[in-house]
């Protein structure tokens, strides 16, 4: 009889313990599993906007890079640019869409700060800036708002003056 009592502390020490422990491992691997698929998609998304940069290295005549709206471009240049502003909407909303929300962690948040910076930088821009209406027909609500919000916060706040060096 003393074998069959040893059995049955055994058991009820395996439901005690062991039980609470494989909950707390399975949802520490479910939490980790989260968090790597976060990671890659925002890798995804940070990969999306390198292969954007390097399109707009690749179109050096629509200065991308400058600071400044380029205002004396051909109908040809208008058209890639308006292309390549759309590639770009594209790019934020699926970071809004994928990264941001109300009740972030601060790990979330910190990746979403960062996007948030590359939206701001163009909106900087006031070509990018006045596009807008014809960029976002069609795109989420919610971004539309979130993007037209950082371009109005953009164009007014002041800028430091910028000099040419020769």
Not at 43 to 60: H, R, T
Not at 136 to 143: I, V
Request: net charge negative; hydrophobic share 45%.
């Amino acid at each position: 009889m003393a074998m069959i009592q040893v059995w049955e502390l055994l058991s009820y020490m395996v439901t005690v313990i062991g039980l609470p422990v494989a909950i707390f491992f399975f949802v520490y691997e479910q939490r980790r599993q989260r968090e790597n698929e976060e990671e890659e998609i925002y890798q995804i998304l940070s990969d999306g906007y390198i292969d954007f940069l390097k399109l707009a290295i690749d179109n050096p005549d629509l200065k991308l890079q400058a600071n400044a709206a380029v205002l004396d471009l051909t109908e040809e240049q208008r058209e890639r640019m308006l292309a390549m502003f759309g590639i770009l909407i594209s790019l934020f909303e699926r970071a809004y869409l994928v990264v941001y929300d109300d009740n972030m962690s601060e790990r979330r948040a910190r990746r979403w700060r960062s996007w948030e910076d590359f939206m701001r930088e163009w909106c900087r821009r006031e070509d990018f800036r006045d596009n807008l209406d014809l960029l976002l027909p069609g795109e989420d609500p919610d971004f539309a708002v979130h993007i037209r919000k950082i371009a109005e916060e953009e164009n007014a706040s002041p800028r430091p003056a910028v000099t040419a060096s020769s």
